[in-house]
């Protein structure tokens, strides 16, 4: 489980994230929703100890990423696809963090399966590769320790449409399993899609939460709802 708890972080004098809490439960997709600028990308960097908050908590199983017994495996994030290494192949990118985490070579080939990366694929560097192969390359790094909980920042950035059907699979099997999902996305009806739960934010603070379902009810699809309760949100508005 995700409990992000009054998390407030300031960069100078933008407020990032204002005061927000919400959760993200095991056996659920959840999704973070909001404008460009509006603070999801600093919510999850905190949540995984990339951003130390200015005030409040964002904890996994109830403790700061940085203090869960061996976080890389216990939690598989995926918050830059572009931040691979551009020299090495996708097996290559794989093999290392494999062996950072203490897993066996066998796991590599797993991964490379689940994600759809082909033998040919994964022997050639990653600068040659396409956005979404470096996503599915992403992705496999983020499923490597084998995770609870994942945290994927716009993972379906720049898949195909069969990519994102993957992807959704993907998502959903995975917390059919009790493993916990919280994303980001600006793909609205994707998201409507794959999410169970859906928070979103503006100008760094939590605007709604609740099911999908109950968007969907009240708005007729989350489209809909997220124009609704964003208006008026945007990045100048942060940056005041
Ligand atoms: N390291 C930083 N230093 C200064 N300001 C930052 C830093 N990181 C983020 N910000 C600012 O914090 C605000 C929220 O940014 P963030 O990237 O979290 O938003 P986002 O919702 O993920 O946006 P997008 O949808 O465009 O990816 C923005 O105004 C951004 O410029």
Redesign the pocket.
């Known amino acids: 489980m995700i409990t992000v708890t009054h998390l407030t972080k300031r960069?100078?004098r933008?407020t990032?994230?204002d005061d927000a809490s919400f959760s993200a439960l095991p056996g659920r997709v959840t999704g973070l929703l909001?404008?460009?600028?509006?603070?999801?990308?600093?919510?999850l960097?905190t949540l995984v100890g990339l951003?130390r908050p200015t005030s409040g908590s964002a904890t996994i199983a109830g403790r700061p990423y940085a203090s869960l017994p061996n976080p890389a495996r216990n939690v598989g994030t995926m918050l830059d696809a572009d931040a691979l290494h551009a020299g090495r192949t996708g097996r290559e990118e794989l093999r290392l963090a494999a062996g950072i985490l203490g897993l066996p070579a066998s796991r590599v080939d797993d991964v490379l399966e689940i994600v759809g990366l082909t033998p040919a694929e994964a022997k050639r560097r990653t600068r040659t590769y396409s956005l979404g192969m470096r996503q599915r390359l992403g992705l496999g790094l983020a499923l490597l320790g084998d995770p609870e909980v994942v945290v994927l920042?716009?993972p379906a950035n720049g898949l195909d449409p069969m990519g994102i059907r993957w992807m959704r699979t993907l998502l959903r099997d995975f917390a059919s399993e009790g493993r916990t999902v919280l994303l980001?996305s600006?793909l609205l009806t994707e998201m409507q899609t794959v999410c169970d739960d859906v928070v979103v934010?503006g100008h760094?603070r939590v605007l709604a939460q609740g099911t999908t379902a109950s968007f969907v009810e009240s708005d007729g699809n989350l489209e809909e709802a997220f124009v609704r309760l964003t208006a008026g949100t945007d990045?100048e508005r942060?940056?005041q």
């Open positions: 960069f100078g933008v990032a994230v909001g404008p460009n600028g509006s603070g999801k990308t600093t919510t960097r951003v920042d716009e980001s600006h934010v760094g990045r942060v940056q």
